[in-house]
């Protein structure tokens, strides 16, 4: 066993080859990988990243753990309540990986976003702001930057949205496209989230797997969204594998409308056919609608 004052990155690591080659890992060492949303998915992904042996980050979160977060956050404890997350979470992955090279940053991460994507060339998208998202994809267009995220589903999923690919707001047609940022609206912003939800009930079998009065409340603003341990870690850990794979330089299958894994039936989902879906968005609309007028 190796003592802690006798790390060293060869060792934590040596056990990584064959997943990857030693090329490989020295790529992982010297990645610089930027994770907005230090919380659910983006905590998950940054413990993993960090145990591969990537050996740079940037992150960002302005909240503090909160019992609410003990659910699926895997930095949150009871000594952490009411602590900065970006704070505990450089503590946490230094205590995992002491050669870290890493940059915090808070509220302002926004103002500083060209900066950030002139050192990071990957970038990972926990956060749960739609308006921050759709800026953080313009800029990552602007400096050609691979963005890796995941939908709002019950189940675990991820997509991988590259330089030459369509922005999500203009994929799934969010009412904000060739708007300024500062003329963002609340409503606007929630078109845009029902579209984004719209899509996930779609193309993946979400739908089944909750329950209709609970949806109909989500929907209707009565209850924050549900997350699950098993569904938010299986996800950050989906994106720490695009994320090897982007730092590595594999080519990859995922695609910028990505895909769902259905653990209980042991299945991945794919985007359905346009004339399938088609069909199938007519019920959604009138399954969302009616879900949420009973919440009402």
Same mark, same amino acid.
């Given at each position: 066993?190796? &003592?802690?004052?006798?790390?060293?990155? $060869? =060792?934590?690591? *040596?056990? +990584?080859?064959?997943?990857?080659?030693?090329?490989?890992?020295?790529?992982?060492?010297? /990645?610089?990988?930027?994770?907005?949303?230090a919380g659910g998915m983006g905590g998950a992904c940054l413990?993993?990243?960090?145990?591969?042996?990537? /050996?740079?980050?940037?992150?960002?979160?302005?909240?503090?753990? =909160?019992?609410? +977060?003990?659910?699926?956050?895997?930095? $949150? %404890?009871?000594?952490?309540? #009411?602590?900065s997350k970006v704070e505990v979470t450089a503590r946490r992955l230094r205590e995992i990986h002491p050669d870290l090279v890493l940059t915090l940053h808070g509220r302002d991460w926004l103002t500083s976003i060209d900066d950030i994507l002139t050192r990071c060339r990957v970038v990972v998208n926990g956060m749960d702001d739609l308006g921050a998202g759709i800026?953080?994809?313009? &800029?990552?267009? &602007?400096?050609?930057?691979?963005?890796?995220? &995941?939908?709002?589903?019950?189940l675990p999923s991820v997509f991988v949205v590259r330089p030459?690919?369509?922005? @999500?707001? =203009?994929?799934? #047609?969010?009412p904000t496209c060739g708007v300024p940022p500062e003329r963002f609206t609340p409503?606007?912003?929630?078109?845009?989230? *029902?579209?984004?939800?719209?899509?996930?009930l779609v193309h993946s079998s979400t739908a089944e797997t909750i329950d209709t009065t609970i949806a109909g409340e989500i929907l209707s603003g009565k209850r924050?969204?549900? %997350?699950?341990? @098993?569904?938010?870690?299986?996800?950050? +850990?989906?994106?720490?594998?695009?994320?090897?794979?982007?730092l590595c330089g *594999? @080519?990859?299958?995922?695609?910028?409308?990505?895909?769902?894994?259905?653990?209980?039936?042991?299945?991945? =989902?794919?985007?359905?056919?346009a004339p399938v879906a088609a069909l199938r968005r007519a019920f959604v609309r009138r399954w969302m609608q009616e879900a949420a007028n009973a919440a009402r």
């Open positions: 066993m190796t &003592a802690t004052g006798s790390f060293t990155y $060869a =060792e934590m690591t *040596r056990r +990584n080859i064959g997943f990857v080659s030693e090329v490989e890992q020295g790529r992982l060492r010297a /990645g610089r990988v930027f994770v907005c949303g413990q993993t990243l960090a145990r591969a042996g990537v /050996g740079a980050f940037e992150f960002a979160d302005f909240d503090t753990f =909160e019992v609410s +977060n003990l659910n699926r956050q895997v930095f $949150a %404890s009871i000594p952490d309540l #009411g602590q800026q953080l994809y313009r &800029a990552a267009r &602007a400096h050609g930057t691979t963005v890796i995220d &995941a939908y709002p589903s019950t030459g690919d369509p922005r @999500p707001e =203009e994929r799934l #047609g969010f409503e606007m912003l929630e078109a845009c989230r *029902r579209l984004e939800l719209e899509w996930v924050p969204r549900i %997350s699950f341990a @098993p569904m938010v870690i299986t996800t950050g +850990n989906l994106m720490a594998y695009e994320v090897v794979g982007a *594999r @080519p990859g299958r995922t695609d910028c409308r990505g895909w769902f894994l259905d653990p209980a039936r042991g299945r991945i =989902e794919r985007p359905r056919a």
